[in-house]
């Protein structure tokens, strides 16, 4: 007869656990839907969507995302993470507001990203602007030491504060803060 490993028993107890844990109002109930607001501090632009419906991700406001958050200074566009959009919200979520979130800069091209590295110090050779999953934002209403301070309690990938230049930096890297 073989027997299990203490391992693999563990591994199955913990497997069941976890799925015990689900809260049976949980099991099927759908999730409300996600909702952000945004303005564009360079374009001027304004968007307001539901980028989650509850169940899944909604293609349509993700495309809508990615033209909005495109490079502003060479129209590039590329797909942002849904997961910086997730971290936005449960940071406003934190502050109780539903203000929309002024825009600084999103995606960033390689030629930006390396403009912008020769003009300003602190601005990183492997930025994740470059790959859809950073964001420098303001929320309207709440002061940026507020706003990151929420980000930092949050917990989800890297938190930048830059007083002086009034913005947040939020993405799905590392948890980190600067």
């Known amino acids: 007869m073989i027997y299990p490993t203490r391992r693999a028993v563990l591994a199955s107890i913990g497997s069941t656990l976890a799925v015990c844990a689900i809260p049976v109002c949980a099991v099927g109930a759908e999730r409300a839907p996600r909702r952000l607001g945004f303005y564009h501090t360079h374009t001027r ?4 969507l539901v980028y989650h419906d509850g169940r899944r991700y909604v293609p349509e406001s993700l495309s809508r995302i990615n033209q909005f958050l495109r490079d502003f200074r060479t129209l590039d566009v590329h797909p942002i993470d849904p997961g910086l959009l997730d971290i936005l919200l449960a940071t406003r979520t934190a502050l109780g507001s539903e203000q929309r979130f002024e825009v600084i800069s999103g995606y960033r091209s390689p030629a930006t990203n390396e403009m912008l590295r020769h003009k300003h110090k602190g601005v990183a050779k492997t930025s994740l602007h470059m790959q859809g999953r950073a964001i420098d934002v303001r929320l309207t209403g709440i002061g940026t ?8 309690d949050v917990g989800r990938g890297g ?20």
């Not at 632009?45 to 307001?48: N, R």
Request: proline share 3%; charged share 25%.
């Open 45 to 48: 632009e304004s968007l307001e």
């Open 145 to 152: 030491d507020h706003l990151h301070r929420a980000a930092l």
């Open 159 to 178: 938190v930048g504060y830059y007083p002086e230049s009034d913005f947040v930096h939020l993405d799905t890297g590392h948890v980190r803060s600067w």
